[in-house]
């Protein structure tokens, strides 16, 4: 057997440290576009799954932005029959063009999917370059530090073994597996911010103060997201502390640090129903003022119909074309 080439060894590397948990048996998807990044590590699925007895298929998301997107769906399902990853599904996720619609279509096809297959695990085709971009991305639109820990390795049924590989290496994989990758016009759309990001912000970063920006900002990504997890305990144990049945004491909340009453706010508010993806810095922070800057002020509103007042030093929380929220 002759030495494997360094890119794809890494790819299979990444496949297997991510996967180490799994019990034999499972089956595990990727999601492949035919790009470089999901057609590596599609590749690198199917030759490490059958040597770890877990079992490995894919699933090809079309979009349908192009009159040939069905045709080319078809040639990626094929290409990954020929990886030998089984079942391998196409599914549609119709989605407006815009990233964060389009990338909520998908995680829900791809969730669909894997109920539908039984996997127990998705894989994403993310790498550190994306996690860099990430992080610029939402620096730039004065993310906290929990947007700022960008994507993390593992999210519920989604896992990203290449996260800290560069993209390069995916190409270079793709080249080495006799691989033909597949261009998405949509990653030369700069409608698009994150392609403006990975075209001009990025590689300007990088001429100005050299080629470890990518790799710089991941790190930090991943030492504010040790940052949050310790936070986010903390945040748990104070709303203990601080809950009175469906309502929060406004006492025992002003007593706590800001960056914790803020999450035991943002966790109460999700938990009651409050769209995650909704709930913005802003919101939280109004109502962070009924407790901290109280001058009678009236209730403040939340997405989706939702609002927080204060009443009889507690803050609660309330639907307005329905019950009250349970805690």
Do not use: Y
Not at 198 to 218: C, I, K, Q, Y
Not at 311 to 317: A, P, S, V
Request: aromatic share 2%; charged share 20%; net charge positive.
């Amino acid at each position: 057997m002759g030495r494997v080439p360094p890119a794809l060894a890494a790819i299979r590397v990444g496949v297997r440290r991510g996967l180490a948990d799994l019990p034999e048996g499972s089956l595990v998807l990727v999601a492949c576009s035919g790009g470089a990044d999901s057609l590596a590590l599609a590749a690198g699925l199917a030759f490490v799954a059958p040597r770890h007895g877990w079992r490995a298929g894919a699933v090809v998301v079309d979009h349908g932005w192009t009159a040939g997107s069905a045709q080319h769906s078809a040639s990626v399902r094929e290409t990954c029959d020929g990886l030998g990853l089984a079942p391998v599904e196409g599914v549609t996720a119709h989605a407006p063009r815009r990233e964060g619609p389009a990338r909520d279509a998908r995680r829900q096809a791809l969730t669909e999917a894997a109920v539908r297959l039984g996997a127990v695990t998705v894989l994403l085709g993310h790498t550190l370059d994306d996690q860099a971009e990430t992080v610029l991305l939402r620096l730039a639109r004065g993310a906290g530090a929990r947007a700022l820990a960008g994507m993390a390795p593992w999210s519920g049924l989604f896992r990203r073994p290449l996260l800290g590989l560069p993209r390069s290496l995916t190409r270079d994989a793709c080249r080495e597996a006799g691989l033909s990758a597949w261009d998405d016009p949509a990653n030369a759309d700069p409608a698009f911010a994150r392609v403006r990001v990975r075209r001009d912000g990025l590689p300007a970063l990088v001429a100005a103060l050299g080629p470890g920006v990518p790799l710089g900002l991941a790190r930090s990504a991943d030492l504010l997201r040790l940052d949050n997890e310790a936070l986010d305990d903390l945040a748990a144990d104070a709303l203990r502390v601080a809950s009175a049945g469906p309502d929060l004491r406004v006492d025992r909340l002003a007593a706590l640090a800001t960056a914790i009453r803020l999450r035991v706010l943002r966790r109460v508010a999700i938990e009651a129903g409050v769209p995650a993806g909704a709930l913005a810095a802003g919101h939280l922070l109004a109502v962070d003022a009924l407790v901290t800057h109280w001058r009678g002020q009236g209730p403040v509103s939340l997405p989706d119909g939702w609002e927080a007042s204060r009443r009889d030093g507690k803050i609660r929380l309330v639907h307005r074309r329905g019950p009250l929220a349970p805690g």
